[in-house]
């Protein structure tokens, strides 16, 4: 078992930035790749940014540019930060762990709101 726990949501004016974090219970970035996905109300669940234990990114296109994915091992905690927010990247904010060895092993955390508004 892996537990996730997000955290660095919050409320940011357009144009701002916030930093999110997910702390994994365990070392796993060699064998998950570790994404975030973000959910507004009436959506479904998207992913925003992945990276894989070989160092490869993945961005969708609305957010590429703008925001980063990177981790910590020795922190086990991978990070997305997000720049030049707008309105529209208001959500709620999930953490996702997928295993390169069994596709079916994917753990999620509890989520994270960000909302952005003047």
């Known amino acids: 078992q892996v537990q996730l726990v997000e955290s660095g949501g919050g409320l940011v004016q357009p144009g701002g930035s916030l930093r999110l974090s997910c702390a994994a219970s365990?070392?796993?970035?060699?064998?998950?790749?570790m994404g975030w996905y973000r959910q507004a109300p009436g959506n479904q669940r998207d992913l925003v940014a992945a990276?894989?234990?070989?160092?490869?990114?993945n961005y969708a296109d609305s957010v590429q540019g703008r925001f980063t994915i990177s981790r910590d091992n020795a922190k086990n905690t991978v990070y997305l930060q997000m720049n030049s927010l707008k309105p529209e990247d208001t959500a709620v904010y999930y953490c996702?762990?997928?295993?390169?060895?069994?596709?079916?092993?994917?753990?999620w955390g509890q989520g994270t709101q960000v909302t952005v508004s003047s």
């Open positions: 996702n762990a997928k295993s390169i060895v069994l596709s079916s092993r994917e753990y």
């Open positions: 365990r070392s796993i970035f060699s064998i998950y790749t």
């Open positions: 990276l894989t234990p070989g160092g490869h990114t």
